[in-house]
C-alpha cells in the first residue's frame, strides 16, 4: 500500500525525530521542517511530493504556525485547500488563527491519536 507523506513542522528536534522514526517505521513517506520557512522550502522543491497530511506547531522561530498558515494560503492555495492541516499546540486558545485548519492536537499528545488522524487522511492498515 503507498500512503500519503506527512510532513511535520515543528521546533522540537526530539518531537520531530520521534515522529519521524514512528511513521517512517509504520511506513509513511516522512518530511521534517523546524519552522515553517523551511516547509515552505519543502513545498516549493519539484522532487519532494505534496503533503497528504501537515502537524504544524504554532509557536516556532523564523516562521511561527500562523504565518505559515497564512503563507501556505496565498502562496500553495490548491495545497492550502486540499490539505488536512492539525496544528499541535499546548495552548488551549488557537482563536487567534485566522485561517481554518482541521484540528488541534493538544501537547503533550498520545501518539495513538496522531496515529488514528494518519491513518485516517494518508492510509494505513493499522487499526487503532
Not at 520521534?18 to 509504520?26: A, I
Not at 485548519?101 to 501518539?111: E, S, W
Amino acid at each position: 500500500m503507498s500512503y500519503k507523506p506527512i510532513y511535520i513542522v515543528e521546533d522540537d528536534q526530539g518531537i520531530r525525530d520521534c515522529l519521524k522514526e514512528y511513521f517512517g517505521s509504520e511506513g509513511y513517506p516522512v518530511f521534517l521542517a523546524e519552522h515553517g520557512q523551511a516547509a515552505l522550502d519543502l513545498l516549493e522543491m519539484s522532487s519532494t511530493p505534496k503533503p497528504g497530511l501537515i502537524f504544524l506547531d504554532l509557536m516556532m522561530p523564523v516562521m511561527d504556525g500562523f504565518i505559515f498558515l497564512s503563507e501556505l494560503q496565498q502562496r500553495h492555495p490548491m495545497v492550502f485547500a486540499h490539505t488536512p492541516i492539525f496544528v499541535m499546540s499546548a495552548r488551549a486558545d488557537t482563536s487567534q488563527l485566522t485561517v481554518k485548519t482541521t484540528g488541534l492536537v493538544k501537547k503533550p499528545f498520545d501518539l495513538a491519536d496522531l496515529a488514528k488522524i494518519a491513518a485516517k487522511y494518508c492510509g494505513s492498515s493499522v487499526r487503532w
